[in-house]
């Protein structure tokens, strides 16, 4: 039950109207049914897993906060952590570190033929697991209370609006919202309703469209023009952006009509003028997760009585990074390849910043260079989750930089087709980071914002994909 179909629709209005003339304690058992209803709708069997992980953690969770002995909070908070890795190990890496084991054993002469199993990936393992795991850190941290009931834990692990694909939120930011009573104000309505239409835009008439504009194009063997596999990886870094931060729009969007503040995870990232900045955009539930949870106590931890170089650490950090995506080389060539650009960049700044441009127009050009630079080594990056393979992305690239000369009939309708898609999008971004405002356009000019309102409704109408097209983080 997709965001942008008409199920959901139904299935929001119903909660809604239920949920604004509720008490907030019966408002809480009621998003904790609809959370669990819409789940199962998805698919049923893996609710259980949901539940198990609840309970679980729920329980560690109280341990960890009753307990003074610190070896028994230690062991508590990796028995916890071990329990949450296994689960999501099991469903997403089962298959991977069976077969990296046969491949050990044949390497030592030992043959084997390990067993292999179709297993389904339960939607949104990846992102509630990380959840989860955060809120029993924290309290093993002492930064947190334990929730006090556990049907409170349980709305925060499966809050409809995010439990499918993030924001990957903290227990820090929503039980208290949760165990609190919520306000509806009128400019939490205004910037929901907002922020719903706009991840909707983004997602059916950009992301959809330029999904479609570009099928079949990074599919092996590479046989199209380089020209045209330069364009297609440009559009599907703006198709993965517009889908993916459309999501999390929607989730935010929906969370503030009822009252919640979900984090924000996309913020105008192809503004960036440097590695660091751009990191500091893009997904940033998962980014701010990962710099927490995983570069810090590996950048402190010491092996036998020394600390990882800080390059050792990024490389590693990003690795995990890819990993997370999947059990594939190619996301882990991906992780390092950004662990590379951080490294060479962080070595490199001193240099970059003796670059200081005299007068406005310099700088300017010089901003507009760097984040030009930048966008280009990501949508680099994003070869390697457009390709089958790591091969592949290789392919493509090479097609890119040797096979760019030869015309392409057709090439200019093509890209001024995309341009009516990602030209209202660059556009509005813009001004939201030169203000450093998401909701900009509500400070504009009457004029020009009924402009904008009536540009992307006609563009909604007239190039909406209405045919409800899954979500491309769905399947991590």
Not at 18 to 47: E, G, M, P
Not at 98 to 115: D, E, Q, T, W, Y
Not at 436 to 443: A, G, L, Q, R, T
Request: hydrophobic share 55%; with cysteine.
């Amino acid at each position: 039950m997709a965001f942008n179909s008409i199920h959901f629709a139904l299935f929001f209005l119903i909660t809604y109207t239920l949920y604004i003339v509720l008490d907030h304690k019966r408002q809480n058992y009621l998003l904790l049914i609809a959370s669990f209803i819409f789940y199962c709708l998805w698919d049923w069997r893996f609710l259980s897993i949901i539940l198990a992980s609840t309970i679980v953690n729920y329980y560690f969770g109280g341990v960890l906060a009753g307990s003074s002995d610190e070896k028994k909070r230690k062991l508590f908070l990796v028995i916890s952590i071990c329990f949450n890795l296994s689960l999501l190990g099991f469903f997403k890496y089962f298959n991977f570190f069976i077969g990296g084991l046969s491949n050990l054993l044949a390497a030592i002469g030992l043959h084997s033929a390990p067993p292999t199993l179709n297993i389904i990936l339960p939607l949104g393992i990846s992102f509630y697991t990380f959840q989860i795991m955060s809120y029993t850190i924290d309290i093993y941290r002492k930064q947190l209370e334990p929730a006090e009931k556990l049907s409170d834990f349980a709305l925060f692990v499966a809050f409809f609006p995010q439990i499918i694909s993030g924001p990957i939120e903290r227990a820090r930011n929503m039980l208290p919202q949760i165990t609190n009573k919520r306000d509806i104000t009128s400019e939490k309505l205004h910037e929901g309703s907002w922020l719903f239409f706009w991840g909707l835009f983004k997602k059916i008439v950009i992301a959809d469209n330029l999904a479609a504009m570009i099928a079949g194009v990074f599919e092996p063997p590479v046989i199209v023009p380089g020209k045209l596999s330069l364009v297609a990886m440009y559009l599907f870094t703006f198709q993965v952006y517009a889908d993916f931060s459309g999501y999390s729009d929607m989730a935010r969007g929906l969370g503030k009509l009822m009252g919640f503040n979900i984090m924000i995870n996309f913020r105008t990232p192809f503004f960036s003028v440097n590695p660091y900045d751009l990191w500091q955009r893009w997904h940033i539930s998962l980014t701010t997760w990962i710099k927490e949870y995983v570069f810090y106590p590996l950048a402190l931890a010491k092996f036998s009585g020394k600390q990882l170089s800080a390059s050792l650490v990024v490389l590693i950090t990003w690795a995990l990074f890819g990993f997370w995506h999947g059990p594939q080389p190619k996301f882990i060539a991906w992780g390092v390849y950004h662990a590379l650009i951080i490294i060479a960049y962080s070595r490199s700044r001193p240099y970059i910043n003796l670059v200081k441009p005299k007068n406005k127009i310099a700088s300017i050009a010089w901003a507009c260079l760097q984040t030009l630079i930048v966008f280009n080594l990501f949508a680099i990056g994003l070869l390697f989750f457009a390709c089958p393979s790591i091969t592949g992305a290789a392919a493509v690239l090479r097609n890119v930089i040797f096979n760019s000369f030869i015309k392409v009939p057709g090439l200019s309708g093509m890209l001024i087709t995309a341009a009516i898609f990602i030209l209202p999008l660059l556009a509005i971004e813009y001004f939201q980071f030169k203000e450093n405002n998401e909701f900009v356009v509500f400070k504009m000019n009457p004029a020009l914002r009924a402009i904008i309102y009536v540009a992307l409704f006609y563009l909604f109408i007239f190039y909406g994909d209405f045919g409800v097209k899954n979500y491309y983080y769905f399947q991590f």
